[in-house]
């Protein structure tokens, strides 16, 4: 398993400041913020031409109930730009509400939305991100929708936050689910509150506070071993959420990580 760097851990930072702390990785999960989709081709290629671009982190979609030609379009922008910078993949959100929520209607419009995007974006892969309050709730719900828009460059992206959130697993029986189907790991760390507090966040009436690996309530360390026995090979990417993080936070988290992957 290899580091990687999402830049969105640095999202108070510019572009280029973002995407310089991710140099001794040489690996870039370049977040949204840092590229959105009506960046110059020029401009993406120049700033990404040193690092393997593992991602484009676009806040493309909402197909259950978005326009879906507004979506295509943005997408389709995002797709210039991955194929210049050699990206693996392009983010993509299939749409609140949670699977479990979603009509009939909203989940048909969602795989139809998205084979139109599967299409286009071929053959650079569409990453599904395990989210909370996402058709892509689960490790299920996403095998589930991927089998549905029946097109082979479509990955997911294991986020173990979200899924604590959401009350789904993140460890072994959800790596079984989603099998070849995974992409990506992001690795950042969260820890559940009694009550609000500076820093929080609240999801579903619930307060949470970003934290630093290790340090919160995800079983990380049992991640890393699961991930080992099914042989694994993908990027870990880091991507600390915290308000507080800067370039030394960066540091830190990859630290942590290497000593866990000796």
Known sequence: MRIALNTLVLKNYSALEAIQAAKPFGAIEINGRHLPPDTPLDIAQSILKDFEVIGIGAYTGGFTTGDHKLIIAELEKYVAIAQVVKAKGIRIYPGAPGSAQATKEEYKRAVMGLKKAAQIAAPIKLYFELHHNDLADSAKSAVRLINDIEFENLGLILDPANMYIANQDYLAEALHTLGSYLSLVHMKDIKRLEKDEPGAICIDGVYYLHKLLGTGDLQLEALLTNLKE??????????????????????????????RLK
């Open 230 to 259: 099914i042989g694994y090979q993908g990027y870990l990417s880091l991507e600390y959420h915290g308000e507080d993080a800067d370039f030394n936070t960066v540091l830190r988290e990859a630290a942590w990580l290497r000593e």
